[in-house]
């Protein structure tokens, strides 16, 4: 390889090129190693069949190549030759009898239990050769190296591989001395260990030339088949690794046509990242930021952020691609925890690991304001003893705040009603049995609601109540008169009674009587919770009709009236009245001749009528009493023997009605 592509023959770098050039110009039919080493060297031409391209060759003109050249072809010595020449550094190849094949021997094994010399058989066990038949026609074979045992044939003294082909002698050993000059040692220096991101400073200063020439170095540090230097005088060379690495770099030399090559340990370490975070300050409901930078000199590695928010929320989870250097991260906190406490601070805890499990952990706090709520509320209007109801909302950032809400309705304690998270509305009602303070149609009761969260925020508003009072309702007048079928003047004292009630159940009453003759008295009332009756008595003096009326009051300015119809009569309406009674009764009412005793009853009636017309009071008197009385007094206060009319009620009633009529013409006399 050294006379090949090892040197600086033009257009050679590597053995696929040399093959190439072989391939080219020689037929697959097999020959000996040599004839293909002077060709090389000098040119030599082979001729058919082994060579059907003429020309090549000759890459070294002003060598001669058989002063390079070794031939052993001595049966017994092929072992002995093979030994001595890879020993000295020689290129070896081998003829293979009855199988017409060369092939190339890279090394031998043998026992060392046993001289060379004096028992050749059995210090020598076998060889590794490889062959340009194996893997024939693959366009990748791989790289195949064979071990084959050796045997010495006592009978034919020759040596064979007994499993080669069909157990082929070794006929001869042809061997091509390196190319004269002496060979340059590399050494690429090692092992090294960095971190990544750090610079490998590749130190090759320990490589040799025998020649002292001048020795130039190139690089493959992944050992990948690229160099990845171009050739430098300089022994020293620098790479970096973006990631974690293990392998070998190699190092080759060239001095004076010749190359060497080694190879040397590479371990680049990971380096576990560093983060750094910042916190925020927001009102709870409102998303929080946080900011973080990741550095690492490994600028290949891919990262996991691994983020726990501290409010009990699942762990979360973030993937960022190689080369990322900065992150911003959103989280919304509903509610700022633990409750009562007007701001909490979460520990936010951050982890960044790179795809090499290296890892980094550090923390940053988020400061969770509470949002006072704010509350509306809308009044309403009533009627005393109704229920107000007061609607109102909560607005709250948070969903998980609780609230307590007091209402001071504006009379007695205030309430105080607890609402569970989420609450967004609520009603209120209160029933306001009187419109406060009296003398006034209607009263606004100024209600306050105060909202506080469990965590001390908390709001207030007010809103109108307005109490209308409700008017007294008077049921009918009732009229208590003693005689049932007419009043008088002055002998007759009426009572009058009405019932009244009042939706205000507090409300509290005075009631007059206007009695329609000018005059007026107080009512006497009697109440409780909204409910009582009105009593009066008047005495009429002078016969007509009276309007009586009835108004009540209530403490805060309600007046509503009633009235009731008073007929009051004269003496000749109430005679006739009392005729007209005696003349409708049935006839069972009378002691017999019913119809007669009716007839001279109205006769004694016409003439009492003519006496009163005439103003003979003290006539009047005597006729109804003795002569009309005395007809119906026999239950009363009389005799029965006398009596024309015998029913006990209708005597009772005619009586009363003649008293009556007497006692107001006494007050005539």
Same mark, same amino acid.
């Given at each position: 390889?050294?006379? $090949? ?440 009761? $100024? ?55 009042? $939706? ?166």
């Amino acid at each position: 390889m050294e006379w $090949t592509g090892w040197g600086l023959v033009s257009g050679f770098e590597n053995t696929d090129d040399i093959f190439d050039e072989h391939k080219y110009y020689f037929n697959d039919t097999g020959s000996w190693m040599d004839s293909s080493w002077r060709w090389w060297l000098n040119g030599f031409e082979p001729g058919t069949p082994l060579k059907l391209v003429s020309g090549g060759g000759n890459y070294w003109p002003g060598e001669t190549w058989s002063n390079y050249y070794h031939n052993e072809d001595d049966d017994p010595d092929v072992l002995s030759a093979i030994d001595s020449y890879l020993c000295a550094g020689y290129g070896v190849g081998i003829g293979i009898f009855n199988g017409g094949h060369a092939i190339t021997v890279w090394g031998f094994n043998y026992d060392s239990n046993y001289d060379k010399n004096t028992n050749p058989e059995d210090y020598y066990l076998g060889i590794w050769v490889s062959d340009s038949d194996s893997d024939k026609g693959n366009p990748t074979p791989p790289d195949r190296l064979s071990y084959f045992e050796v045997s010495w044939n006592s009978t034919a003294n020759w040596w064979y591989m007994p499993n080669y082909g069909g157990g082929w002698m070794i006929s001869r050993v042809q061997a091509l001395e390196p190319y004269p000059s002496g060979r340059p040692i590399a050494d690429a220096g090692g092992p090294y260990v960095v971190d990544e991101g750090t610079p490998v400073s590749f130190d090759a200063s320990g490589s040799v030339d025998a020649e002292s020439d001048t020795i130039y170095y190139r690089w493959d540090f992944e050992e990948d088949g690229t160099w990845d230097t171009g050739w430098s005088l300089s022994s020293s060379s620098s790479y970096t690794w973006w990631d974690d690495y293990a392998g070998d770099a190699e190092l080759q030399i060239l001095a004076d046509q010749l190359y060497d090559v080694d190879q040397t340990t590479v371990i680049v370490n990971n380096v576990a990242p560093t983060i750094t975070v910042t916190g925020d300050t927001i009102n709870e409901g409102d998303t929080a930021t946080i900011h973080g930078t990741i550095t690492d000199p490994g600028i290949l590695d891919d990262f996991t952020l691994t983020v726990n928010w501290g409010d009990g929320s699942p762990t979360e989870i973030k993937s960022y691609p190689a080369g990322t250097s900065s992150f911003t991260l959103n989280h919304q906190y509903t509610d700022d925890d633990p409750s009562t406490t007007p701001s909490d601070t979460y520990t936010v805890t951050v982890t960044v690991k790179d795809d090499d499990d290296g890892s980094d952990t550090e923390k940053t706090t988020v400061v969770v304001n509470n949002v006072d709520p704010s509350i509306t509320v809308t009044g309403d209007t009533i009627d005393e003893e109704d229920e107000a109801t007061i609607t109102g909302t909560i607005l709250d950032p948070s969903l998980l705040d609780t609230y307590n809400v007091i209402i001071d309705w504006g009379e007695g304690a205030p309430e105080i009603i607890y609402y569970p998270s989420g609450t967004t509305s609520f009603t209120l009602t209160h029933q306001y049995l009187d419109d406060n303070p009296t003398a006034t149609a209607s009263d606004t009761y $100024t209600v306050s609601v105060s909202v506080t969260d469990d965590d001390t925020g908390n709001d207030m508003m007010t809103a109108q109540i307005v109490v209308n009072n409700e008017d007294t309702y008077i049921d009918t007048i009732t009229l208590d008169q003693p005689n049932k079928q007419f009043i008088l003047p002055t002998v007759h004292a009426l009572n009058f009674t009405a019932n009244f009630t009042d $939706t205000g159940t507090q409300d509290t009453h005075t009631a007059t009587w206007e009695w329609g003759d000018t005059t007026q008295s107080p009512g006497l009332v009697e109440e409780a919770e909204g409910k009582g009756n009105i009593t009066g008595q008047h005495t009429f003096t002078a016969p007509g009709v009276y309007t009586v009326t009835l108004t009540v009051y209530d403490d805060d300015t309600s007046v509503v009236s009633d009235t009731i119809e008073v007929i009051v009569v004269t003496v000749e309406e109430a005679l006739q009245i009392t005729n007209d009674y005696i003349q409708g009764l049935p006839d069972d009412a009378f002691l017999k001749n019913a119809k007669n005793r009716k007839k001279s009853l109205d006769n004694m009636f016409s003439a009492i009528q003519n006496a009163l017309a005439d103003m003979d009071y003290n006539g009047v008197i005597q006729n109804l009493r003795n002569n009309v009385r005395e007809k119906a007094d026999g239950t009363v206060d009389g005799s029965l023997k006398n009596d024309w009319i015998i029913d006990p009620a209708v005597q009772k009633e005619i009586c009363q009605k003649i008293d009556d009529i007497t006692a107001y013409l006494e007050t005539l006399i």
